[in-house]
């Protein structure tokens, strides 16, 4: 063993740099014979075992708490909107405020797992339709305010209309510019509750989706076999990975660019989700420490043993600078003030595309797995 060793160390090209400065430095001959070539070093194979411990740790320690939290958010909502829609108040009050920004922060925990019962039957979309390119919840909602119809009002209406009207950007516009509209505040408050009410309706289902008998939570835990989802023990894990690289590129290029734009000057801040809600920040913030949060419990890293701590340590560093760049400003309004504010949003900005880089790339380089494309590419 030691004098294969030996022969290994004589033969890598570091050896053979050492050789020659030091033949360089003596005077001896330059002539050391061909460099060998670089052979590239081939991970350890994953096992099935290492790679379902993975998908375990994230279903049963990450994705099934995360959407707990979200039905139970949603429910809190039901209530705290139902409560003060009767008096239609020209401005929420402070629990409806704080209900709807527990929405916003349980939502960021899996607005970034593009699978599962969220990504049937356009979930995600009706849940939150973001980013609206066109306005075409705006224009929708203008219209409906125009002409209110009870109809929309009966129970399980809303789930019937564009998915545009049927989440939380539109239960935004609707209690957060009521003081606009007081003519039709009665209407907004009314549907503003049967659209908390389909916001819950979405996150239950959702939730059963996961935990019912043969969900997604069995279809995750044992692939193979009759599973045609799954058809071996790395794929949840690459639904997993895909899922952290889909959610830095969706905060990166989708939440933070429009509002960002290419530099200063060229801001345009309300173009940031849940900003009239003053909901914008927080919902940035609660999106980095999601993402940061199902790769450590999952221990995504314990794949690659060697490069864990180094991977560690880089990725814990890129989500410090992100949360450092976005608790440089006390509001969205304030990171926008000046220059000055607006670089450490983008020294945020620039941090994910670190981020993306060590979970695209380098992470499944060394541990030997091919992520394929994100739920992202496309857009």
Do not use: C
Not at 86 to 110: I, L, Q, S, Y
Not at 122 to 134: A, I, M, Q, T, V
């Amino acid at each position: 063993m030691i004098a294969i060793t030996k022969r290994f160390l004589l033969l890598s090209p570091l050896a053979l740099l050492a050789r020659k400065a030091f033949a360089a430095a003596s005077g001896e001959p330059q002539d050391l014979g061909p460099e060998p070539p670089v052979v590239a070093v081939t991970p350890p194979p994953l096992t099935p075992a290492a790679l379902d411990a993975v998908t375990k740790r994230a279903v049963e320690g990450y994705i099934l708490p995360a959407y707990q939290d979200l039905a139970a958010a949603t429910s809190k909502l039901v209530t705290a909107v139902n409560a003060v829609a009767p008096t239609a108040p020209g401005a929420p009050d402070e629990a409806t405020r704080a209900a709807f920004a527990a929405v916003v922060a349980a939502f960021a925990k899996v607005d970034f797992l593009r699978f599962g019962p969220m990504a049937e039957e356009g979930r995600l979309e009706k849940f939150s339709y973001y980013p609206d390119r066109h306005g075409t919840g705006a224009r929708q909602l203008r219209r409906m305010l125009a002409t209110p119809d009870p109809a929309q009002l009966a129970p399980g209406a809303v789930a019937k209309l564009s998915a545009a009207v049927q989440g939380l950007p539109a239960l935004e516009s609707l209690i957060f510019a009521a003081d606009s509209d007081s003519e039709t505040r009665a209407y907004r408050w009314s549907l503003a509750a049967a659209i908390a009410g389909n916001l819950d309706t979405i996150a239950h289902n959702t939730l059963d989706g996961w935990t019912k008998t043969g969900g997604w939570q069995a279809l995750m835990e044992q692939p193979g076999g009759s599973n045609i989802v799954y058809r071996d023990s790395e794929e949840p894990v690459i639904e997993i990975l895909k899922a952290i690289t889909t959610g830095l590129l969706q905060i990166r290029d989708q939440r933070m660019l429009p509002a960002l734009g290419e530099n200063f000057a060229a801001a345009k801040p309300n173009r940031a989700a849940f900003v009239a809600s003053g909901n914008a920040l927080a919902y940035l913030a609660a999106s980095g420490a999601a993402i940061e949060d199902i790769a450590r419990t999952s221990d995504l890293f314990s794949l690659t043993p060697t490069e864990a701590p180094k991977l560690g340590a880089e990725s814990s560093a890129g989500f410090a600078a992100y949360r450092a760049g976005l608790a440089a400003s006390a509001t969205w309004q304030q990171a926008f003030a000046d220059a000055a504010n607006y670089k450490h949003l983008r020294d945020a900005f620039d941090a994910l595309k670190t981020l993306e880089d060590l979970y695209s790339f380098r992470f499944p380089s060394e541990a030997g797995i091919s992520p394929g494309f994100n739920a992202l590419d496309g857009d």
